[in-house]
């Protein structure tokens, strides 16, 4: 049977950092939707629209020109004046975005007729300051309250919402502007009047307030980008990474976009002392810190940049568990999943203040640690992180192996947490070859090749350090789990390995692209590597 794939709406999405913006194709934010300008996981903006006397303009062209800038291109409709009506396609309108922090927004209207025009620009801009797991789920519930106010002298709107301590903002300031607004009935409205062929302008800031800072929109106009302060970290971060030349121009400009990728995921993050950048998940929803995900793609790119790796290593480590929480899965040593900054975190309403929920991230960090050691060098950085290592070992083998057989499993002990913790968590995602769920503790295949691969490299660690008996007993562990893992998971008969052990320890023999994992760790021996490979490859996957 045929998979089918389910491709979104499309949409412009933009960002830097923790403010991302999703539109509609024209601009538009639509409401009740799931598009809006988010914050440290808020939604400042749940709705914007421009109408010119009412009208609303039709999207010519447009979309995103780097991954914090985009454009788009409107004319009107038949607009009625005063003066007579506005024929359709006589205006050009241009809506240019800018995320560093804030947002900038330049508009600017054209009048591409032979006379003088006069009308209405309105715009309207409605904030919810809903969480960003509310808008996802679609029940969104108010419990604080919103204010507004605006400044005619200052041409600053002013939009906030506070729930005890917890406070959110907005301020929408006009610049360089054509003509003063005035703000009535949910709007801001110019009085636009404009020669033929020339053309009106305004910008409007958004600057975004959290409880204890407010990040301000860049100052620059779009055209301007080349000189602003985000630009500049784009191109130190390209002098930053590792440089590749190549006279083949399909692959320079693979790398190159490649490298632009990357630079749109750094998540820049306070740590103990300083700023560093860790690979966020994913844009839209997760421009968070996640453990798995960051791990893997500093691991991706420990040649490339292995500052992801030192950025991710230093805020994973600091945020560490140190106790017992089963409200958020937590244990002793275990390395986080999820840190969110809304106002259902903030409240402990959901456990991501972090949550601790998955059962790889632990072996990951010290396998990625390894790795960045061995990418740079600098043994300072083992030294540094040997506290978290310690607390890491330790997890594995008195949380990770849940029943004490040798293998690691896992399996939620909170109310709210999530029912698969591995490289597919989704909760659908470990199933019998029957579609039926996998019940009870679940010791999935790649989760045992990272204990191979970190006890391993870790051994090779302490060698360095001087501390041989520690090497040898962390060697012998990772042998003793190379012979039960080939023993329990491979499967004659599917010439694969089995995807997990059920809770009362039977094989799930489903087909599933997590055994490649386990090719990765090298807890598959050579004899089997090419019937894993071959069955990964197969048309059928």
């Not at 191109?235 to 990474?241: D, H, I, K, M, T």
């Not at 089995?498 to 994992?517: E, Q, R």
Request: net charge negative; glycine share 8%.
């Amino acid at each position: 049977m045929a998979f089918k794939v389910h491709v979104g709406p499309p949409q412009i999405t933009v960002h830097q950092g923790q403010t991302v913006l999703v539109s509609e194709l024209d601009g538009q934010i639509n409401w009740p939707s799931e598009k809006g300008l988010y914050f440290l996981d808020t939604r400042m903006i749940s709705n914007w629209a421009i109408y010119a006397n009412g009208e609303q303009f039709e999207l010519l062209t447009g979309g995103p020109l780097s991954y914090y800038t985009a454009r788009i291109f409107l004319t009107n409709k038949l607009i009625r004046t005063e003066d007579g009506s506005i024929m359709p396609r006589t205006l050009g309108l241009t809506i240019s975005r800018s995320v560093g922090g804030g947002l900038h927004e330049d508009l600017d209207i054209t009048n591409n007729s032979m006379k003088p025009i006069r009308f209405q620009l309105e715009i309207v801009i409605r904030s919810d300051f809903a969480d960003i797991f509310e808008v996802k789920s679609g029940q969104i519930v108010r419990r604080g309250q919103i204010t507004t106010e605006w400044s005619q002298s200052q041409q600053r709107l002013h939009t906030a919402y506070s729930r005890r301590d917890f406070r959110r903002a907005v301020t929408t300031s006009v610049s360089r502007a054509s003509s003063n607004a005035v703000y009535a009935n949910g709007r801001l409205s110019f009085q636009v009047a404009i020669e033929p062929t020339q053309s009106w302008h305004a910008c409007l800031l958004y600057a975004l307030e959290d409880s204890e800072q407010q990040s301000e929109a860049p100052e620059e106009c779009i055209w301007q980008a080349s000189k602003s302060r985000h630009t500049g970290t784009t191109a130190e971060w390209l002098q930053a990474v590792a440089k590749i030349e190549t006279s083949n121009e399909e692959f320079y400009r693979f790398f190159r976009q490649a490298l632009e990728d990357m630079a749109a995921l750094r998540l820049p993050i306070k740590g103990t002392d300083h700023v560093v950048f860790l690979p966020a998940a994913g844009v839209p929803w997760f421009v968070a810190p996640f453990g798995r995900d960051s791990l893997i793609v500093s691991l991706q790119n420990i040649l490339i940049y292995p500052d992801f790796a030192r950025g991710a290593l230093d805020i994973l480590g600091a945020l560490q568990a140190k106790e017992d929480d089963p409200y958020r899965d937590a244990e002793p040593g275990k390395i986080l999943h999820e840190l969110r900054y809304g106002e259902l975190a903030h409240f402990k309403q959901i456990p991501h203040t972090p949550y601790y929920g998955t059962a790889d991230a632990t072996p990951l960090y010290l396998v990625t640690l390894h790795a960045a050691w061995r990418a740079t060098g600098d043994q300072e950085l083992v030294k540094r992180h040997l506290k978290t290592v310690e607390a890491c070992l330790s997890w594995i083998d008195k949380y990770g192996d849940r029943d004490g057989d040798g293998f690691q499993e896992y399996q939620t002990r909170s109310p709210v947490g999530y029912e698969n913790m591995s490289w597919k968590d989704a909760g659908d995602a470990v199933m019998n070859p029957d579609g039926s769920p996998v019940k009870g503790p679940k010791a999935l295949c790649e989760l045992q090749g990272y204990v191979y691969s970190a006890w391993l490299r870790m051994a090779e660690v302490f060698d360095v350090l001087g501390q041989p008996d520690r090497a040898r007993e962390l060697r012998a562990k990772a042998a003793a789990l190379f012979e039960r893992f080939n023993e329990a998971f491979w499967d004659d008969e599917l010439g694969f390995y089995a995807y997990a052990l059920d809770g009362d320890k039977n094989k799930v023999l489903t087909i599933a692209s997590n055994a490649g994992h386990s090719l990765l760790s090298g807890i598959v021996p050579p004899d089997r590597a090419k019937k894993v490979v071959d069955r990964l490859m197969a048309p059928d996957m």
